[in-house]
């Protein structure tokens, strides 16, 4: 009898057979495909003025989007800025796009709740399919608070070809491969010219980071083994049950003390002391790092494997764009929030997101399939920590499971007062976890270099 025939190598030769099918054919379907643009009567161009482009958003901060001190999260602001970059590239394109990749990003100032942040996005340069998308963030605090820089951000965009959505496994496969040509991009003025030189400078650098980055890859594809092992409950260090606790509505209620017990805040200076009916607060000296007596007694160290969290999200309609596919912003969302999550079990305190380093988009996901986000605290320095964050998508009617995208998130620990706590130091426990470690340092400093140059190019002077 002739030996089976392994299904992976069906797979792959079933893979390979279509896409030669739509290299071949794919130019001569598309002449045959309806395009709404030319069919509404207009005409696809070749440039497009860069101004055409410009979107202008206004958003306003509510309890919502923030944490319980009143500070936004950094997911919902990206997740703005990835709406009005994509209709900035759409406009531009006059064709579905979608985000390929996001920049670091980095905030310098935080976002509470009731203030107006004004999102500004236009394409500062397209080449043959992509387009590079220029954010600005700036807030101001009602009634009469100063307008001030918050962050700067840029989105890579591939428009895709305007088609009806698919309906067959093989139209979606060669939808998602079939990127559309775009308009070039035409600067005016001085501002939009040297936007559009900088471009291309990004652009090669985002390409020698790419080449450059290989055995980085690989150390992070052996933490995305561990995680998953430790997804289906394969961890060295068991988890400790949690805590039985009675509801406080069924504890007797504890006897109060006498207020004349009391002792009196050594800042406060009483009335009966100055003479006078008023009650004058002393503001105390603010501190490098936080004292607070009210802070969680924390250990001076911890397992990296002990942060370990995971987020698993359903990707319904509103999630994604017209052509189903999730929303990059929505990605960036979820990444973060388990993200905190990990960050929170290390540290046992307030937390804010202050920067994301560059991520790339390997493969969408689409509305109907699961998206898996799993984190771990790469490594922690004195009062933050950064956090490694990596998004599988599952396809439930084929079982299938690919990589999507990672990053590596940067969180500061502070106390009520937003005075940096000291944190306990994650330990990597095997040779994994202690590449990922080592290389903390590096992307530590590479960090700070870029943060130092937007503050220059904002301030107008060398930090």
């Known amino acids: 009898m002739p030996e089976p025939v392994d299904e992976n190598v069906l797979t792959r ?64 602001i990206l997740s703005w800025c990835d709406i009005a970059a994509g209709i900035a590239a759409k406009r531009h394109a006059n064709a579905p796009s979608v985000t390929r990749s996001v920049d670091d990003v980095q905030f310098l100032y935080p976002l509470r709740v009731g203030d107006v942040l ?91 980071e790419k080449k450059a980055t290989g055995e980085m890859r690989a150390q992070l594809e052996q933490i995305r083994i561990l995680l998953r092992e430790w997804s289906l409950g394969l961890r060295r260090q068991s988890i400790s049950e949690a805590d039985v606790i009675s509801h406080p509505a069924l504890i007797p209620p504890i006897e109060e003390e006498d207020e004349s017990n009391e002792v009196s805040s050594p800042t406060t200076i009483d009335a009966d002391e100055t003479h006078t009916h008023l009650k004058v607060d002393i503001p105390k000296p603010r501190r490098r790092y936080s004292t607070a007596s009210y802070l969680v007694p924390q250990p001076c160290e911890k397992s990296i494997e002990l942060t370990y969290a995971e987020v698993v999200e359903l990707v319904m309609p509103q999630h994604a764009n017209t052509l189903q596919i999730t929303f990059g912003g929505q990605i960036i969302q979820w990444m973060e929030t388990c993200a905190l999550v990990s ?27 699961v998206v898996t986000v799993r984190s771990i605290v790469s490594r922690t320095f004195k009062s933050s920590i950064e956090v490694y964050v990596s998004v599988e998508g599952e396809d439930l009617r084929t079982g299938e499971t690919y990589f999507t995208n990672d ?48 503050l220059a190019i904002t301030t107008g002077h060398e930090q």
């Open 13 to 76: 030769m079933r893979n390979y057979s279509t896409e030669t099918f739509l290299n071949v054919f794919g130019p001569v379907i598309s002449r045959f495909l309806p395009d709404p643009w030319t069919e509404a009567g207009n005409e696809r161009v070749a440039e497009k003025s860069a101004f055409l482009s410009r979107v202008t958003m206004t958003e306003f901060i509510s309890p919502s989007h923030a944490d319980t001190k009143g500070f936004a999260y950094a997911g919902p």
């Open 343 to 369: 960050a929170r079990r290390l540290a046992c305190t307030y937390l804010m997101t202050a920067s994301i380093d560059s991520l790339q988009f390997i493969k969408p996901t689409h509305v109907g399939e």
């Open 407 to 454: 990053a590596f998130f940067t969180i500061v620990a502070v106390d009520a007062e937003n005075i940096p706590v000291k944190i306990p130091h994650a330990v990597p426990q095997n040779e994994v976890e202690a590449a990922l470690y080592k290389g903390a340092g590096s992307r530590r400093e590479r960090r700070l270099a870029l943060r130092n140059e937007i």
């Open 118 to 208: 004004t999102i500004q996005a236009s394409v500062n340069k397209a080449w043959n399919t992509s387009m590079e998308v220029g954010i600005r963030m700036e807030a101001e605090t009602p009634p009469a608070g100063p307008r001030r820089f918050v962050a700067h951000a840029y989105m890579t965009f591939v428009a895709l070809s305007p088609v009806a959505p698919p309906k067959t496994g093989v139209g979606r496969l060669w939808l998602d491969s079939k990127p559309l040509t775009v308009p070039k991009v035409v600067p005016h003025s001085p501002t939009e010219h040297q936007r559009w030189e900088m471009a291309e400078r990004r652009r090669q650098r985002r390409f020698s």
